[in-house]
């Protein structure tokens, strides 16, 4: 025991654990507990907790929430933590009068903001954190400009504080982890894949992140990855700290990918299964369409609101060439679905460029006040002639993004066709030459290139290997031997007296013939 009190305060977890299991003493089960708590080892540290207070931390940690809530009195630090308990079971209402009963840190700001905006209830957000959760409402409403303003804002400031408080690059870059995770979510609604992939694999590489940011964001890399990578991404996300909206989705997304991994494996009443639990999401129906198309009209009939179905009927209409009941369905729907309004509006400008109706899609760019389609509005005036619109319109983009070049080259375009000044030409430095440029465009006579006739080489006959130059050849090189004149005929030896050759078998030969009398040698 008195080796134990003596590295109480010096000793690791794994040691004071080592030492106490050798005694046995009620203040050992205290010490014991604080040392599971602290290695996260709360299914051990509930063995051997003894006050409520404990147990319900343990309970907490280990996501079982309302025993954690049934232990729970109105002493101050379990206040604390009986608030955010019900913040994790979604009892936003009550977490918020408790944290307004006590007293105010930082923290408690931070989670009183938080049930505030989830509430909806109108605040002056100060702190980086506060900016961080009014950037996540301004994203639950559809304000994406704004989120991704106040987003920046977020960062900054919290660059700011915590050097101010001189913290390491290290702890920063973890602290503002879950704002560039906001940045990511904001390119991805925008549409910007590969920009929002680079912000999750920044988060995925940080030191000290939360496990629950880092399954949110392999959960936002499943929508950026082949379904190959999508199921690695899958395995990788843990649910333990996930709200119930965040499991459905969860849920929803594994069932997508089984469909894409191997939709003939996956039985229809299953999808329907899960339909019936999570209620008709339009994933889940377009999963069910895509097991069995048969089962269209009666999904349509059964859920008329349903955009997921809208969108996969106008599909095939448009794969069908029938491009008017298509923009029939687009034209009902820009009213219907206000956060999905940039996204129709594309499918619908695609639909008159294919159909000639550019002054529709101009009317319907005019009345759209964002800056994102601005550049869409100012091509339309320009294929219509309007050029001066066109100009005005252009020169707004670059003022705003001077590194804009396609917006640059279409406004020297504009301005050539009202031969207007070309002051936003200085953005594209100088260019220098040296030759006219009129001058490549028509050449002088003299200068002009004359076309050579080519001339074809002859063959030169091939020369015998011993020829000299200052000898005669001999004339009849190229005749056969025999027909030459100094051609001598060998003499034929098969003609002749006889036993001149001798063939197989006779004497002196090397043929088997035995000659009487002689007996082979051994």
Known sequence: MNQLLKKLDDASPEELIRLSSKLN??????????????LEQYDKALEYAQEDFEKAYCFYRLNRLEEALSLLQSSERELLLKAQVLYRLERYQQALEIYRSLEQSEDIQTNQTACQLLLEQDFRPKTYEQLYHFGLLLVSKGNLEQARQVCQESIQLCQQ????DDFDQSDIQSEQAPMVLLLGCLDLLEGNLDKAKEQFELV????????SLLSI??????????????????????????????KQLLQINRMVLKVKMSKKT????????????????????????????????????????????????????????KFDQAL?????????????????????LFVYQKTNQYHKGLDLLNAEQSLSILSQVAEFKLKLGRHKEAQQDYKRLVENNPNDLKSLARLVIANNHLKADTTHLDKLGSISFTLDPQSLLVLPKSEQPVE??????????????????DRQPNPERWLPKVMRSDYKQRKDLSKGTQGLMQGPGALGSTGSANIAGMKKRK
């Open 161 to 164: 504080t915590l050097r101010e």
């Open 204 to 211: 995925l590489h940080q030191p000290n992140v939360d496990p």
């Open 452 to 469: 050579k006739t080519l001339k074809r080489r002859k063959k030169q006959k091939p020369l015998p290997k011993d020829y000299q130059p």
């Open 25 to 38: 003493h009620p203040s050992v089960d205290r010490l014991l507990c604080v040392c599971y708590i602290k």
């Open 328 to 348: 029939e369905i687009l034209e009902s729907l820009l009213g219907v679905y206000p956060q999905q309004r940039p996204g129709l509006v594309s499918i619908l």
């Open 266 to 321: 996956v039985k229809k009443e299953e999808i329907q299964q899960l339909i019936t639990e999570l209620g008709p999401h339009d994933s889940l129906l377009l999963c069910l369409l895509t097991v069995d198309p048969s089962l269209f009209e009666s999904l349509k009939r059964d859920h008329p609101q349903s955009l997921g179905l809208h969108l996969y009927q106008i599909q095939h209409l448009l794969k069908s060439n």
């Open 217 to 246: 964001c392999h959960l936002n890399l499943l929508t950026t990855s082949s379904p190959f990578d999508a199921q690695k991404h899958l395995h990788k996300t843990n649910d333990e700290k996930f709200n119930t909206k965040q």
